[in-house]
């Protein structure tokens, strides 16, 4: 099964990923994920996306899409892509490298947020240093404060694209490249909305319960939910 969690910047694709990862046998596939760590770990692709994405520009198509070539294989239960695709080049080079492995698209999740709120929920993301665990200075604080919920370090950090400039930036981006897939999954019919804005337990049962349907209709072998 292959879920796409279609949303801007801050409207919640990867605290729900991580969720749902939790849920269901699906690995999430965060690309905003695999290019940090490469610009950590200084790799080539790494040294060409530092500067773009400090400054919130889309790295360019063929690196995301060898990427995602190279993680998504047969086999597996299936994958939640979190920021991927993010141009209709990308989807289409989705759907035409899925054809190849014999697989396609499920589902694709529209996760709606209001831009005001969005803001809000940027501009108040902080991660642990150790294991990346997502927090928010208002909306989800670590149950001890200063201490990560998940490893227990105590450094926190905030992404460098999360300042206010860069995020009116990669909001802009998110209108003029990434939008036009909407209705390219429309056509599809594999779109279905979900309002995000409300709280995380309850975008997670409205994303469950999709997920839940896709799975009744699918006939494929090889994934089963935990719970
Ligand atoms: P994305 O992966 O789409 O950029 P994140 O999952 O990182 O978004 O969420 C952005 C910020 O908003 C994080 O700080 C997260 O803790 C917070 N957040 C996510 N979902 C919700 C929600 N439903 N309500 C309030 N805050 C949320
Ligand atoms: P994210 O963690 O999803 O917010 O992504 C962080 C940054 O990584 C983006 O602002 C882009 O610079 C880059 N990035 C992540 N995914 C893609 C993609 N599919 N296409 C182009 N750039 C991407």
């Known amino acids: 099964m292959i879920v796409i969690l279609l949303g801007p910047p801050g409207s919640g694709k990867g605290t729900q990923a991580k969720r749902l990862e939790e849920k269901y046998h699906l690995k999430q596939l965060s690309t905003g994920e695999i290019l940090r760590a490469e610009v950590a770990a200084s790799s080539e692709i790494g040294k060409k996306a530092k500067s773009i994405m400090d ?4 790295v360019p ?3 995301l899409i060898n990427i995602i070539d190279s993680k998504v294989q047969k086999g597996n239960a299936g994958y939640i892509l979190d920021g991927f695709p993010r141009t209709l080049n ?3 080079a989705l759907d035409h490298m899925l054809h190849v492995k014999n697989m396609a698209v499920d589902v694709v999740i529209n996760m709606v947020v209001d831009e005001n709120i ?4 940027i501009t108040g993301r902080f991660s642990c240093v150790h294991c990346g665990a997502v927090y928010h200075e208002k909306f989800k604080l670590p149950l001890k404060k200063g201490i990560c919920d998940i490893c227990h370090h105590k450094e ?18 998110y209108h003029h490249q990434t939008s036009p897939i909407l209705p390219y999954y429309q056509k599809k019919n594999l779109v279905k909305d979900v309002d995000a804005m409300e ?4 975008v997670t049962n409205k994303i469950d319960h999709i997920i839940k349907n896709c799975f009744k209709t699918d006939n494929s072998e090889g994934f089963y939910m935990v719970n």
């Open 90 to 92: 990308q989807a289409e």
């Open 118 to 121: 969005l803001i809000e929920r």
């Open 61 to 63: 198509d063929d690196i």
């Open 55 to 58: 400054a919130g520009q889309f």
């Open 199 to 202: 709280k995380v337990e309850n």
């Open 156 to 173: 926190f950090t905030k992404r460098k694209d999360d300042s206010l400039d860069v995020i009116q930036e990669r909001l802009k981006i």
